[in-house]
Nanobody, 114 residues
């Protein structure tokens, strides 16, 4: 059973930053493309960002380019999502997923509010 664990969420004021982490035990994330998704209350899942395996190519939703950065630390078996200049509309539960699989984490809540 693959278990992904997200962390790093919390309450932040508009304009602030958070770094989310996605890690796994007994599963090497470096071999796979990893995606970040989010779901706001009453809305569908939205793709946020993805990092490929191998060359670590990155993808971002158009509305998030320039504010969010995805990266991975292979030694720590962790994929990060650095989120800057946060806006209230970024409020959501953020999930990581092994691309092409049903392996999801439990999510971490991000709330952007003054």
């Amino acid at each position: 059973q693959v278990q992904l664990v997200e962390s790093g969420g919390g309450l932040v004021q508009p304009g602030g930053s958070l770094r989310l982490s996605c890690t796994a035990s007994d599963f090497t994330l470096d071999y796979y493309a990893i995606g970040w998704f989010r779901q706001a209350p009453g809305k569908e899942h939205e793709g946020v960002s993805c990092i490929s395996s191998g060359h670590d190519s990155t993808y971002y939703a158009d509305s998030l380019k320039g504010r969010f950065t995805i990266s991975r630390n292979k030694a720590k078996n962790t994929v990060y999502l650095q989120m800057n200049s946060l806006k209230p509309e970024d409020t959501a539960v953020y999930y990581c997923r092994v691309s092409g699989t049903d392996y999801w984490g439990q999510g971490t809540q991000v709330t952007v509010s003054s």
